[in-house]
């Protein structure tokens, strides 16, 4: 049994940048007040905002179709050169910026990242939840992702997304895909992102049975 963690020193490395890696030194503290040897655990931290938001958009409840977004993931890109294409397709998602607290804030947010990414305005108050937030790396990173959706209105008009000023944004598509279809290209590997299967999962749990086989 466990009863603790003691923290022998806590660093952290590469200030002033996007990410940086907090390094602990730690024991584990059992119930009969006895120590394990000396550890170390690494992980991520994003000063900017901890958690983020998955926003699945969809359209036509009937036959409903969702918004894939297939941009640059540089991480994919060098940390796996000959698994990955170039633009790897995910549901719209941005992070939850610190300040931004509460079930209004991340409605909010996910209005903000459908215009930003997709150039489509969302009412915050038809932002729905997805169920609760999960961990998706709990070894590497302390983020949330708050699974959320949002029904575009018939008859919408995309502007231009205006992107986040990062040069990273160039070239990205968008692409209206049924919703079934998507959850084939999940089990045929060419949707690879696992915040993208699971909202699209709760999406088609919330929605009902599928439409069409």
């Not at 297939?70 to 698994?83: D, I, K, L, N, Y």
């Not at 995910?90 to 209005?111: F, K, M, Q, T």
Request: glycine share 10%; aromatic share 4%; hydrophobic share 45%.
């Amino acid at each position: 049994m466990l009863r603790s963690i003691e923290v022998i020193s806590d660093e952290r490395v590469g200030q002033g940048g996007f990410l940086l890696l907090r390094r602990m030194r730690l024991r584990l503290v059992r119930a009969d007040g006895t120590r394990t040897a000396e550890g170390i655990w690494d992980y991520v931290e994003r000063p900017v905002g901890l958690d983020a938001v998955v926003v699945a958009l969809f359209r036509n409840r009937a036959a409903p179709e969702v918004l894939l977004r297939h941009g640059v993931r540089v991480p994919v890109q060098f940390g796996r050169p000959h698994a990955a294409a170039l633009l790897l397709p995910e549901l719209v998602a941005g992070i939850i910026e610190r300040g931004e607290e509460g079930d209004e804030a991340v409605r909010e947010r996910a209005a903000a990242e459908a215009l930003e990414e997709a150039g489509l305005h969302i009412d915050p108050r038809s932002v729905e939840a997805l169920g609760p937030p999960m961990f998706p790396s709990p070894g590497m990173t302390a983020e949330q992702f708050h699974f959320v959706c949002a029904e575009v209105p018939d008859g919408a008009r995309a502007v231009r997304p205006a992107g986040d000023g990062s040069p990273f944004e160039e070239g990205a598509r968008l692409e209206w895909v049924p919703l079934d279809e998507a959850l084939r290209r999940c089990a045929r590997a060419e949707i690879q992102d696992l915040k993208t299967e699971a909202g699209l999962r709760r999406l088609r749990e919330k929605l009902g049975a599928p439409q069409s086989a």
